[in-house]
């Protein structure tokens, strides 16, 4: 069912702005099974986007009886603070500060923070303080965007005034 379900999901975004970016099934919980699923694009997905992509997935689902019983379906971007996991991920993200922690071939965990410089050859080229490194994929435990939240402040903001 898996498989079924990603090649329809994958389906349904043919024809739009977005490709997927990830997805998962929750089970259990006080609202049910819940699907949720991430896109990706050049324009982050707004609310009518994930509207109109989830009527279709989930129109889609019901017609080939891939989700017995109820399920809560939801859309959106994978955030700002993104998982990172897939060759693809690394690749979209060049350009973006990210924490990632890799465990080496002695099975010591270290975490490290720089900007994601591209993916190539099964490895993540990631630019550090210190130099730059190549962390192959496969030793990669978890990575995580890190977001930018800072922001130019105006005068206004700090003194009431309207003037920049």
């Not at 609310?47 to 989830?54: E, K, M, P, Q």
């Amino acid at each position: 069912m898996h498989d079924q379900l990603e090649a329809l999901i994958h389906a349904q975004l043919l024809e739009s702005d977005f490709e997927l970016y990830d997805w998962r099934i929750d089970r259990g919980g006080s609202r049910g099974m819940m699907l949720r699923i991430y896109l990706h694009g050049e324009k982050g997905p707004g609310l009518d986007d994930c509207a109109a992509i989830s009527r279709n997935i989930s129109a889609a689902i019901e017609e080939a009886g891939l989700l017995d019983g109820g399920y809560v379906l939801e859309v959106s971007s994978p955030g700002m603070d993104r998982i990172l996991k897939t060759a693809r991920h690394f690749e979209i993200s060049t350009g973006a500060r990210a924490s990632l922690r890799q465990q080496g071939e002695s099975g010591e965990i270290r975490t490290l923070e720089g900007e994601i410089l591209g993916f190539e050859d099964g490895q993540v080229l990631l630019g550090l303080k210190n130099g730059n490194e190549r962390l192959p994929l496969e030793e990669i435990q978890g990575a995580r965007l890190l977001p930018d939240y800072s922001f130019r402040r105006s005068k206004r903001d700090s003194d009431g005034g309207t003037h920049e």
